[in-house]
């Protein structure tokens, strides 16, 4: 039987669902393989609840919502514009093609045009084709950890605010310099993940033996595992052989 | 004057009536519906679908049955007549006979007494336009309201003849049927009267030449609404009458019973042209081989949406137009209907078809003269109630108001409105009355579920075929019963009917469910009767789920049964998921400051204003001139020669006599906050920014002439707008002795898609002015369709009757405008005789497209309603809610709208001050209490959500553990940024969890 991608919309009910609901009064036929998840506004849409998709062999995810200025709650899809743009930057870390989110806007008038959307998106899944979920659910998973970390949640949340009134000190911040500074906090969470699942791994372990599991250098190893002691998220054990070896805490090792 | 009795009469129970009753009875009078047949629901439910959007009539219609079938306030009377009326506005008395049922209340509606019944299958259903069998005791429909039998007394034999076994009485399970039963006379006291009567379809046979009642195939457009019906005789399938055969070949013939002297009918029917178009799309989409050819005079698509609908059935579907006059219509040995007749070029041609369906018009009916009778109010020539132009619901009796075809041929938006607008003035007229003879809603009180482990049932809706011809509604039922948690499993013909209501709350109790899904249609526009009815059942109204399987499932995937169903069988599961974590909330309610904010002081905001003062209310109406009345100030005299500016003026008049109407001049609404009941708006005036506290908004912003970019406008003085050359005529100028008219400038093109409107009358109004003061005067209308409709058609037949020329033109053949020396010339192929007709003409009049303001856009930022694709507001439901956005709280009147007549906004700013006072009258509103919840705590303070929240619904407050974020429930909206934003991951939304949005995913990955 030939692909059919299994895809997953969050539609927002004011603006995309009843863009849906007119594309159904208008009979527009479109490719049956979404299903459909209303929230009210697309400013709803966790990253986690897409990356939690992504974990449960969705093939790709459609975040719709209202166009920029008809918000039916103001600025929910302006917030859903950041929040699903951390998304598209924490599935290109983990390595989730981030061509399998869709963020787009559909009006409630805009039944032919939601047929349409769906049938793109419907298209560029197939061409990219199944998700192999045990690859990607863990990938998935380590994007859900990176995406609950409070530090970033709350640069994400703040953007906005900090972009158009500034921060606490009336400093407004340039838009390019907090997207780099949200993506070092990908990254270091991204490999503050990494090393915690190599500890997961192989506990107790070294930091040659995490730098050679997760293919960085030493110092760089030695410097997370400094900043993971301070968060009290590892322990070091003891010292064998001149190397101490650390183990997770508040975790159970699998 | 002692009190006017707080209780208002409907006569009629289709969409008109029952619209008033609602309004009414929603806003504390006590209302008697009185209904000539069986059941409510009037042609409204035998329409198959509904221009433009075809929307499913009866689908949209049926939660207004169920609303009238179940309110406490409305007092419904079926297969009753209304037989005497005495007293005056404020206290009449009228007699009602309520025919014998001879079906009692027992009745459960189980068609076991019509399937008994000795007749069976030999009488014909009225309903159906006798296209398919009835018994002698019958329903008319199944979602019929009341949902109770009928004995027809002429047909029934044991009433006619006494003799019949009574196969009815012995199968009735209920003993419901009872031949005893005997006519009753009520008698009722009422303050005011709403006249909803409808209208009757022309009766074809009198066109003889068309061949129907003696062609076999020959159908009418009423008939045809039945053919292409699920629940109708061939149940949706499109087959002609002879032989069954599905028809290729497929003609309508328009105008037939209006614009026809001949028939009596000069009028203009209105609705027949987008109807014929709808019947030809939706005949195109039951069967893709079917070729529609609409024959027509002229299209007269002139309402909102309508001219888009046109051009997408010419350049989507395939449909073909012939402007034409019919001459006759023959049958063919092989029942084929060959149509004879003249095309606009003068040719006689013939064209041979499977199938003719008759456009008929709409008439008064027989029944309503007696009505008139009874009531004293007047009719006109054709027997339509007699109206004003200003006073659109009023008869001459006062007390006595009328909606609807039977003031004129109209459509349902401009029924339901004027319907809405006829209940601001009967309310009006017995304000003081409010409240004094209306019950209090039954209030059942709230089961605990907490604890329970949950226990769902699953509804599965056919929607007659719409659902069930797509998806296999049984094998979804089947999968639902294997569903972890479901209890109970069931299909409905249609969830939504009244008798599927009462089904629901047995079944709530026999088998303790204590969570309902519905997989039917859209929660947008269901969800809020079935959560009724779970209220009624004693179950919070929010354990309630629904799977939309037909606007997202069946509807959209029409050709692959399969995987529809596989669909459907997906969107159920991950409901039944989800259903397993909804919890019962609690509703907050909130008084409503009772005063109403109205935007725009044109003619449609100024009878707003006085409408929603009459009911009692304070307005604080703004305008942004310097001076009332808006575009109203530049017309002069109506078609029927009404002195506009007088009428303004006693307008003007009232609004400065009223204590409780603040008017702002050059005044601007800067700021709208709150919610409905309780909103905060700034608005700045010349003395500086004004605060108002207010329960409602009425959107009445209006519309403007767009400037002509052709025709010499600009360039040469003597080429001027419709206006100014009303101005002129009207201050006596003189405008020439030839006049030169061109429609449609910038209508109906690529600047403006959409139709105007009301340029057509206007041209035909100053046409007539001109000719009347000078017949020798020279008057052209260049147009390309004339668009009188409905009344209106009667002065463009004055118009001819003058003398005044009317050439037709296309968009690729517009006149040309020239000036040749001191001339102005006017060029354009006249298509009769084929030739280039040369106007010398001193004045060449224009008519401008009107379009929406240009800062209507920044008034729909602020108050987060939507346009549509021509700019102008998009209400909530285009046929039934006309004036209220989706917006709770926020209304809309006039040409904020779409373009319209005096007439038509006069009603409208009446309809929309109707729906406001609906829910200022309450006093109280229920808040959403889907809104954010937060788990302390995990709560630290960080105060993102009182940053990001749209509605400063969020606030932090010091609390043991230190600070924490708090909701303001009134203010919150549930939008769920806060919680997609928290930090900490301490904010959920309370009917749309984290939680429930899991469990979602979970189903949809597959079976547990």
């Known amino acids: 039987m030939a692909y059919e991608p299994k895809l997953l919309g969050f539609l927002c009910n004011w603006c995309a669902y009843a863009g849906a609901d007119l594309a159904g009064v208008s009979r527009v036929q479109y490719p049956p393989n979404m299903r459909v998840i209303r929230v009210m506004c697309s400013g709803r849409v966790d990253p986690l609840h897409v990356l939690e998709a992504f974990r449960n062999g969705m093939d790709g995810v459609a975040v719709l919502g209202c166009h920029p200025g008809d918000c039916h709650y103001l600025t929910g899809n302006y917030q859903a514009e950041r929040k699903m743009d951390l998304t598209f930057r924490v599935m290109e870390k983990v390595g989730i093609d981030p061509d399998r989110l869709l963020l787009d806007w559909v009006s409630a008038a805009e039944g032919q045009r939601f047929g349409e959307v769906i049938t793109d998106f419907t298209e560029r899944i197939r061409e990219l084709g199944p998700l192999d979920a045990a690859d990607a659910g863990p990938k998935a998973a380590v994007g859900e950890k990176i995406a609950s970390m409070d530090r970033i949640r709350w640069l994400v949340g703040k953007e906005r605010d900090m972009v158009d009134h500034g921060n606490v000190y009336g400093d407004k911040l340039d838009e390019a310099e907090l997207k780099d500074i949200l993506w070092n906090n990908i990254v270091n969470e991204y490999n503050r993940e990494l090393i915690r699942s190599a500890i997961r791994a192989g506990s107790p372990a070294t930091v040659p033996s995490i730098a050679e599991a997760v293919e960085m250098d030493t110092a760089t190893v030695f410097k997370y595992m400094i900043d993971l002691e301070n968060a009290g998220q590892v322990h070091m054990m003891d010292i064998v052989d001149d190397d101490p070896r650390y183990i997770l805490v508040g975790e159970v090792s699998e | ?1008």
């Open chain 2, 1 to 1008: 004057m002692s009190d006017p009795v707080g209780a208002v009469l409907v006569v009629g129970g289709g969409i008109g009536g029952i619209q008033s009753a609602l309004d009414l009875a929603d806003a504390g009078f006590k209302v008697y519906m009185v209904e000539d047949k069986p059941a409510i629901g009037g042609a409204m439910a035998q329409l198959d679908k509904t221009f433009p959007t075809n929307d499913c009539s009866l689908c949209i219609l049926s939660p207004k049955l169920v609303d009238v079938g179940r309110h406490p306030n409305i007092e419904l009377m079926t297969n009753s007549s209304v037989t005497a009326i005495d007293g005056k506005a404020g206290d009449f008395t009228v007699k009602i006979t309520e025919r014998a049922r001879r079906v009692t209340e027992a009745c459960v509606g189980c068609n076991l007494c019509a399937e008994a019944c000795v007749l069976k299958g030999r009488l014909r259903n009225e309903f159906d336009e006798e296209l398919k069998e009835r018994s002698a005791i019958y329903i008319p429909y199944p979602q019929a309201v009341p949902l109770r039998y009928v004995v027809d007394p002429v047909n029934c034999l044991q009433v006619k003849t006494g003799k019949c076994a009574m196969k009815c009485v012995e199968a009735c399970p209920a003993n419901a049927i009872d031949f005893d039963m005997q006519d009753i006379e009520r008698t009722v006291e009422v303050g005011s009267i709403v006249m909803a009567p409808g209208f009757e379809g022309f009766h074809a046979e009198a066109k003889g030449e068309y061949g129907y009642g003696r062609f076999d195939n020959v159908v009418t457009s009423l008939e045809f609404e039945r053919i292409l019906s699920a629940s109708g005789p061939y149940e949706g399938h499109v087959l002609r009458p002879s032989d069954g055969k599905e028809p290729k070949r497929i003609a309508w013939i328009n105008c037939v019973g209006s614009r026809d002297r001949s028939c009596g009918n000069e009028y203009c029917s209105s609705v027949c042209c987008t109807y014929s178009i709808k019947e030809a799309i939706i005949a195109k989409e039951h069967s893709g081989s079917v070729e529609p050819t609409i024959f027509y005079m002229d299209m007269r698509t002139h309402g909102k949406g309508f001219e888009s609908y046109l051009n997408r059935a010419e350049d989507q579907h395939g449909i073909r137009f012939i402007r034409s006059r019919i001459s006759e219509v023959q049958e063919t040995p092989g029942k084929d209907l060959r149509i004879r007749y003249e095309s606009e070029e003068g040719a006689l041609r013939e064209e041979t078809f499977d199938m003719v369906v008759l456009s008929i018009g709409l008439e008064p009916g027989e029944g309503v003269k007696d009505l008139a009778e009874t009531a004293g109010i007047s009719l006109d020539d054709f027997g339509f109630c007699e109206t004003e132009e200003t006073r659109p619901m009023e008869t001459d009796v006062p007390g006595v108001f009328v909606c609807g075809a039977f003031s004129g041929p109209k459509d349902i938006p401009e029924t339901v409105m004027e319907a809405s607008g006829a209940a601001a003035k009967a309310g009006a007229m017995i304000s003081s009355g409010r409240g004094t003879l209306v019950e209090e809603r039954e209030f059942v009180p709230e089961r605990d579920v907490s604890g329970e482990e949950p226990r769902i049932g699953v509804y599965v809706c056919h929607c007659g075929i719409n659902i069930g011809a797509y998806v296999d509604v049984p094998a979804v039922v089947e999968y639902a019963r294997g569903l972890p948690n479901v209890v109970h499993a069931e299909e409905n013909i249609y969830s939504c009917s009244q008798d599927a209501q009462h089904t629901l709350i047995d079944r709530i109790k026999e088998h303790g469910l204590n969570r309902v899904l519905v997989a039917s249609c859209t929660p947008r526009t269901h969800e809020p009767l079935f959560q009724e009815t779970l209220r009624e059942a004693g179950l919070n109204a929010h354990l309630f789920e629904m799977a939309n399987i037909r606007d997202q499932c069946s509807w959209v995937h029409m050709d692959d049964k399969a995987t529809a169903t596989e669909k459907a069988q997906d969107l159920v599961r991950m409901s039944v998921a989800r259903a397993a974590h909804i919890e019962p909330l609690e509703e907050l309610s909130l008084d409503v400051i009772q005063h109403g904010l109205v935007i725009g002081g044109g003619l449609a905001g100024m009878t707003a204003a006085l409408a929603l003062a009459d009911q009692g209310f304070g307005v604080s109406l703004v305008e942004q001139e310097d001076a009332l009345g808006g575009n109203m100030r530049n017309i002069h005299y109506t078609l029927d020669n009404d002195n506009v500016q007088e009428y303004l003026g006693s307008l003007v008049d009232r609004i400065g006599e009223s204590d409780i109407i603040d008017v702002h001049l050059n005044a601007k609404v800067s700021e709208i906050g709150g919610f409905v009941g309780n909103f905060e708006s700034v608005i700045d005036t010349p003395d500086g920014p004004e605060r108002v506290e207010h329960g409602a908004i009425i959107v009445a912003t209006g519309a403007v002439e767009s400037a002509p970019a052709e025709y010499l406008f600009g360039e040469d003085e003597r080429v001027i707008s419709q206006t100014e050359l009303e101005r002129r005529i009207a201050e006596g100028e003189p405008v020439g002795r030839t006049v030169a008219m061109i429609q449609c400038v910038g209508s109906r093109d690529e600047s403006h898609t959409y139709c105007s409107r009301v340029c057509c009358s206007d041209a035909i109004k100053n046409a007539i002015r001109i000719k009347e003061t000078d017949p020798s005067a020279q008057v052209y209308i260049l147009y390309r369709d004339m668009r009188t409709y409905g009344l209106k058609e009667s002065h463009y037949g004055r118009a001819r009757e003058l003398g005044v020329v009317f050439v037709r033109f296309d968009l690729d053949g517009k006149p040309a405008v020239d000036t040749d020396g001191d001339a102005l010339t006017v060029k354009v192929k006249e298509k009769i005789l084929g030739e280039e007709l040369f106007i010398e003409a001193d004045i060449v009049a224009l008519a401008p497209a009107i379009e929406p303001r240009p800062d209507r856009v920044d008034l729909a930022k602020m108050l987060k309603v939507p346009l549509n694709e021509d700019g102008f507001f998009l209400e909530a439901h285009v046929k039934l809610r006309p004036v209220d956005f989706a917006t709770d709280g926020v209304f809309l009147a006039g040409m904020a709208h779409s373009p319209k007549t005096m007439e038509e906004s006069i009603a409208q700013a009446y309809a929309a001050a109707a729906r406001a006072s609906t829910l200022l009258a309450k006093g109280e509103v229920r808040v959403n209490p889907a809104i954010a919840d937060i788990t302390e705590e995990m709560c630290i303070g960080c105060g993102l959500c009182v940053t990001n929240c749209p509605f400063k619904a969020m606030e932090l407050v010091l609390k043991e553990g230190g600070r924490k974020a708090q909701v303001i429930p009134a203010s919150c909206k549930g939008c769920g940024v806060c919680g997609a934003s928290c930090p900490k991951l301490a904010i959920t939304m309370k009917h749309f969890t984290n939680e429930e949005i899991t469990a979602q995913i979970e189903a949809y990955r597959g079976v547990a």
